[in-house]
């Protein structure tokens, strides 16, 4: 596997309850071994650049390191082995990945888990602990506050299969026997040569701003439509119209 491959990618959601609403966006999204993260020329860090502060919290450590710690806690030691994360780059100092995925490997190569880190518009991220079946298949109850415009209960049903050439990843919320939601990511891999990140950057550009921007814009179309406000967005944020997150909307 290339050390570094970047995804042509499209991110849909549908929501399937009153008021309904879908959408899909193209962009672009890095696939990285956390030991060997990409070294660009110059003149392009500015424009894709990884930095430990924006996973797994604040704190001193690399994303390796903060991510062996927060899998110690739960009993798993990978031993080295090779860990894989799809997420967006620091553009311009910015960056807000909805969902952060790492593919964690034991030290012969086997699969030990798939952790899915998830942000929201209120500063807020929680780390979900995935064990997939051999088609990629995964469940986690939902623990996360992600959208005002969804209730907190229901389970998140995920096919995360580890990217190669292509990108499919979705997840489907369960709730009382209904699927409130459904959001997919679809991507087709690319090289991560300068030339290829300059054109990438080109066709696709500021990422992590027009990802936060376009979330605004879809909770402040559900508000507009009326939509019921089923969740209480945290205290200090609630200014914040239309706040959602990577899992809801």
């Excluded at 879809?218 to 945290?234: C, F, I, K, N």
Aim: net charge positive.
């Amino acid at each position: 596997m290339v050390t570094a491959a970047l995804y042509d990618a499209t991110v849909a959601h549908v929501r399937r309850i009153e008021p309904p609403l879908s959408f899909a966006h193209r962009l672009h999204l890095w696939l990285v071994d956390v030991d060997d993260l990409p070294r660009l020329p110059r003149w392009l860090r500015p424009f894709a650049r990884f930095d430990a502060r924006d996973h797994f919290g604040p704190g001193p450590g690399t994303i390796r390191q903060k991510l062996d710690a927060w899998l110690a806690a739960r009993g798993i030691d990978l031993a080295g082995g090779r860990v894989v994360m799809l997420a967006s780059a620091r553009v311009l100092g910015y960056v807000f990945n909805p969902i952060t995925l790492y593919w964690c490997h034991r030290p012969d190569g086997e699969p030990a888990c798939v952790v899915a880190e998830v942000h929201n518009t209120y500063r807020g991220r929680h780390a979900y602990l995935l064990f997939p079946d051999a088609e990629g298949r995964a469940t986690a109850a939902k623990e996360f506050f992600v959208s005002p415009f969804q209730t907190g209960d229901g389970e998140y049903r995920m096919s995360v299969p580890e990217p190669d050439s292509l990108l499919a990843v979705s997840v489907v919320l369960h709730q009382a026997g209904s699927t409130p939601l459904a959001a997919t990511l679809r991507g087709v891999r690319r090289a991560a040569g300068p030339g290829q990140v300059a054109r990438m950057l080109l066709a696709r550009p500021f990422v992590p701003q027009r990802v936060t921007a376009l979330i605004r814009k879809h909770g402040a179309v559900l508000w507009l439509r009326r939509a019921p406000m089923a969740a209480v967005a945290p205290a200090d944020r609630l200014g914040e119209l239309g706040g959602c997150g990577g899992l809801d909307g």
